[in-house]
């Protein structure tokens, strides 16, 4: 019963954010045997819904496909201890405006630039827009919807 458990939350957790970075970013994962080797290397990450066992998985396959990514994740200060060991670079605070969030974010990035990439564990593209401001002018501008059940979302004009 144990190794079935283990593969429901395996399957739960782990297999969507495998598909956020693998197929909809298209994200190298060398770490898989069979993973692809070449892909989109983005330079920063932004990760919505810290909280989430998804975006803890993100977070730990994001450090081991390519160690020295800009890695940023979203969640309430209550989370932000335990989201330090799991490896971002930093954690930013999920309940400032979304003014103070979009600064921190060019703060935080390599050039200021802002995020290349948007792993959206929560589904919050859908009605806080403004995030997708996150998103470097001059970059990809590649945006991952983990489906949580409600219609998918429309991205921006010119966001992949």
Excluded at 60 to 73: D, N
Excluded at 74 to 100: E, I, V, W
Excluded at 115 to 133: K, M, Y
Aim: include cysteine.
């Amino acid at each position: 019963m144990k190794c079935y458990e283990g593969l429901s939350i395996f399957r739960v957790c782990y297999t969507p954010a495998l598909i956020s970075l693998g197929i909809s970013l298209r994200t190298p994962l060398p770490f898989l045997p069979s993973g692809p080797r070449t892909g989109f290397n983005p330079s920063s990450v932004l990760i919505l819904g810290g909280s989430s066992a998804v975006c803890a998985a993100a977070i730990q396959f994001l450090r081991l496909a390519i160690p020295e990514y800009t890695i940023l994740v979203t969640a309430l200060q209550k989370h932000h201890n335990h989201l330090s060991t799991l490896g971002p670079t930093m954690t930013l605070d999920r309940s400032p405006l979304p003014a103070s969030l979009i600064s921190d974010v060019k703060a935080t990035t390599p050039c200021s630039f802002r995020v290349d990439a948007i792993i959206d564990t929560i589904g919050a593209g859908s009605t806080e827009r403004w995030i997708f401001d996150a998103l470097s002018e001059k970059g990809a501008k590649r945006y991952a919807q983990v489906w949580t059940g409600d219609e998918e979302i429309e991205v921006p004009e010119g966001v992949d």
